[in-house]
């Protein structure tokens, strides 16, 4: 298929060196033009606008970092100039992999459909070790014959793909109720770490009995980020971190749902993020629990 | 070995099997003696009372519900009789597999020390049906000889043994934490879905996301028993939960750890329980999140 | 002073009452014209569109439920016709009494500005009988020869101005900082009330404890509220409350404050609206508190 | 009357010496005896065992710091020897001022009841500069013509009398209630001071409003103290502020009555002792919510 890809962070970047190697055709644009580079040598094409990049597509692909980039680049028309919406055309999809809230998902999908366009959400699930490994699990949720239709690419980019039903929204709600259950992990591993380190004992101990408990490799992951107190570089920014944990709020406040789980990781992001750490791994939350027993300066 | 057993509840009595079965010889004691009947029928002895169980002994093993069951079996002197303590053999060692508080671990090991006996603390991480498939983790701690005097023990009970130290209160600081991060799971869970659900998505399809993302036996365990609503029978007890989390927090004031995260939970199981749930799975703490959304009476 | 005032629910129909009784001309415009009537009875002109009320007058005043109506009110331009920020006379001033945001209140700054205008920010503390009495406490900011020029105003709705500072967004985090801190009285009287209901005392033996121990208003009006059970009618509504709530948590996240009882609080709210709460007294908060110890269907 | 008196610390003292003024007879008992000589010099008699004390007196009164003091003094038989309860005459009334457990407020009544003796609990609010002017507010329950019998003490240590009921717990309920609002307070304006700091404004004129909200001697006393940040010397230590929000979350588990407002100070205190913090005044609870946004170094 012939695609115009946005988005080339650590996430997308890899995401489009797989779909360019499943033998896709693809035009790209970024505004940092350096991260193009690799994508070039592997067979893509350099869109000098992101409305020059759709020109022809089948799909459009965004996997961009939050609602404001992917309002600014599908739907902004700023300055009387054409958006990418405009030019999109008549029955391609745009295939949204970004993390977006609720209510903009919503947005695109009657935003598409008024310009005779198609539009799925295909979220993800995975570090970028996993995007580069092919290793993503996607979440995807549309109209059926257009998540068929988007399937190989789903395919050439994961290892699994779970259809959550016929509204976009409900991908982007499963894949933000996914980051807030790795976020309640990582804050549950912040508490019981400084539990057990402030009373004496090693953390890499404690970790061993919680991977015989949980058997899973996102404990395993997350554990030993923490029990090594090693928070760069970010897999996934404490930044972004509070961005999606500000999501799901956002998702509860709409259907009045509390939250107060979600509210608690929140307030220990911003402590994080007062004290410097928003370019950190989102792991690093494990450190405000540790500060909050006076762990800082203790060795352990 | 000669073992004096006591606690034949839905946790210890399978364990007490499993150790018949590997050979050893065991006198119980229970206050309810319809407990002890199938244990008698595989070969055990019944005592009149705990202090008879414990003459000629190698290892007292209590797998009883809390600190103040443990305190009145072994500790207990009244009306100047004579307690457990007082009539182990010299030598001998209490081998606690019981949640108990740091406290009262350490209470124990200067007690036995005094006696001239020894002690272990050998907690232990499972449900009922883990403990009859021979399934348990174990938690040790405690001298290096008389963990291994108790390994063949432990063999016959789990899949494994972790040995966490030379002091018996680090194998139940270990499970304490532990428990508080499967009690997390539980309030993280219940919040997820109570969101999903809310929105009107299907929590089944939800929870193949969750597998697929944590790949965790714990996380598709309890995924299960909260998605369906089915809190009975209760492989754990809401009640002993409450005990638990109490447990961690008071570990945590001991060493001027604060625990949010369980500070919230244990709010959300004193509801569960002022709601008539105390019976129920521990998981049922889910409800209350539903609740907190009114989603009672709603289906799905 | 010429005024075109904004606004007449339970909070500006009295304000504006108030300064017609102090001499002042004024406009109004409402979207529902019932409420203007008693204001015409007492002298005031109806204007037929917001953009009308403004010519000619020296100060705008909006008494507004949120921000999106006084964007709308003020800066919106929708369809190609003018807004009042178009209309309202060069050096005039938008005297902004609103509870709305410090990110709001900034873009108005620089809004009124580029238009050679002025704005000042006057919000209030108090309920609809306080602004009845001319017992509004006025919280004002903005540049010093504004706020001296609207002072005659504040004086004719209040009992007293405390200026916050030179810029009008102080005197909106100076309310919502109130907000949040009547809030949290809400939530704990809510808390300890449901402590004493249920442990089997009289709930007016204790508020006069409360009343001894605070010697507030502010007490003594929610604690007879609260222990009433009294939420109808709302003198503030319950989801006024969640929005104000709301503003602090968003304040505080601009400079990475936490505000972890504000959490609380929100979700609190957000229970009491999935209950069907939203237009009763804020206050009534405080049957969350009591509905999470089961106390619902019972007396006293 | 002929008072026993125990536990002069800086609210025990002032208490002591209004009631020797106001023409009572005293013994006095105290670990430290130089905290004894301005009372013997007013009049007491100093005994030399607490047991002692209270042979011949018509009322034992106790200010001690916590539920372990109040056992130990009035209850502990150790070593074979008496304790005060076998030796306070039959029909002489012990009145308990001390802020100490519901529970253990039980196990005295009974205690009492069964040596033939009289228990009155006669809980205090105030600080010591208000134990000092005789302003306290006496909170007191137990059998009226107890509470009859005692009035005249209780009148010479306060302001005025709230009788909450015929049993004594009922007045300690009531105190721990007292403080968990006063708590409250004090987390809500650490909460709020921050926002207001960090965002550039000053606090005094901050708490200028905070005045004018509330009029309440608590909020002007508290408030005054945060904005200055002056936490020594302690009005009340910051470690007797944990104990009794842990005896009104104690209160609170045994009717099943979550209280997380309770739960969150509870944690912030934690972290407060952690940072060694124990013996400044409460209020400190404060300077967590301002290292919470890490507003540690900064002026203002």
């Not at 298929?1 to 055709?25: D, S």
């Not at 940092?32 to 459009?60: F, S």
Request: proline share 4%; aromatic share 6%; hydrophobic share 45%.
């Amino acid at each position: 298929m012939r695609i115009a890809f946005f988005g080339l962070g650590n996430m997308g970047a890899p995401m489009a060196l797989n779909l360019l190697r499943a033998g896709h055709q693809m035009v790209i644009f970024n505004r940092t033009a350096e991260k193009a580079a690799p994508l070039i040598e592997a067979g893509a094409t350099l869109a000098r606008t992101p409305v020059d990049a759709v020109e022809n597509c089948d799909v459009a692909i965004t996997m961009l970092a939050n609602d404001s980039a992917v309002r600014d680049t599908i739907l902004a028309n700023t300055s009387g100039q054409a958006a990418v919406i405009d030019r999109l055309p008549r029955g391609a999809v745009h295939m949204c992999t970004s993390t977006i809230s609720v209510a903009l998902s919503r947005e695109l999908t009657e935003a598409h459909l008024r310009h005779g366009q198609n539009y799925v959400a295909a979220t993800v699930l995975g570090r970028p070790e996993a995007a580069e490994q092919k290793k993503l699990w996607v979440m995807a949720a549309g109209p059926h014959d257009q998540i068929e239709r988007c399937r190989p690419l789903m395919d050439a980019i994961g290892r699994g793909v779970s259809v959550m039903g016929e509204q976009p929204w409900q991908a982007n709600l499963t894949k933000i109720a996914s980051n807030f259950m790795l976020a309640s992990v990582l804050e549950t591993m912040g508490e019981a770490f400084a539990l057990v380190r402030k009373s004496g004992m090693d953390p890499h101990a404690f970790l061993d009995v919680v991977n015989s408990l949980f058997a899973s490799p996102v404990y395993a992951n997350y554990g030993r980020i923490i029990a090594d107190r090693q928070f760069k570089p970010a897999g996934f920014r404490l930044k972004l971190g509070l961005k999606d944990i500000g999501l799901a709020i956002e998702a509860g406040q709409e259907v009045s749902v509390p939250l107060p789980l979600a509210s608690l990781v929140r307030d220990h992001y911003l402590t994080a993020i007062a004290r410097g750490r928003e370019n950190e791994d989102w792991a690093a939350v494990a450190e405000v629990a540790a500060e909050n027993a006076d762990l800082v300066n203790r060795v352990g």
